[in-house]
């Protein structure tokens, strides 16, 4: 299956508001985030812990609704001006999964970089999960296991084929990810599209 094609096609007449939409992201979750470590050494503070890291936490919800914006490209929905805020709506479920997700694959990183790895792409369905079911908490993660047992190699292998566009929007002072990041969420969203079909026909066989 080539989601890449899928994605460029679902993205036709699209691009110029999927560019707005990642420049919305990159202000929103991170611009604050470097603003806030500049003041705090600024301040005088010269310890490690970067203090704009916490503003992640409550952003967690904006990650989220960027991830469903392009699941929504990608099924040909229209996607709402709000999409970045809707997961504010349930916050608290949100939150705390992705929390948990967090936690679980930060632990097996700890133990080694490969496991590590392995839950990463274990968990990579559970943002899709929450918009599509009423699971929560360890429930969608769970879920997204499911659905990924056999098949992390097969995402593992699509993300390592955007290497040259990594490269590039790196090479272009972080420009390239306005459009990177449209490409890889929505060939993700697509991966998620046929996955889903054909782990709940499998269960219903």
Partial sequence: MNYKDEALESLRGKWGWSVVLALEYFAIYYIPSILIDLAVEF??????????NLWYLPMIPVAWGVTIAFLQIARREKVTNHILFEGFDQFGRIFLTKLLQGA???????????P???????????????????????????????????????LFLLDL???????????????GFLLF?????TAHAHFYEHLKEDFYSKKEA
């Fill in 181 to 185: 990041i449209p490409y890889i969420e």
């Fill in 43 to 52: 301040a005088g503070y010269t310890g490690n812990i970067s203090f704009g």
């Fill in 104 to 114: 679980y694959t930060l632990l097996w990183s700890l133990c080694l970089v490969i």
């Fill in 116 to 154: 590590g790895i392995i839950k990463f792409y274990s968990y990579a369905m559970t943002d899709y999960i929450l918009k599509d079911t009423d699971l929560s908490y360890g429930e969608a993660i769970d879920r997204s296991m499911e659905m990924m047992d056999g098949h992390k190699s097969e």
């Fill in 161 to 175: 084929s955007f290497i040259g566009w990594f490269i590039l929007s790196c090479l272009t002072l972080g420009i």
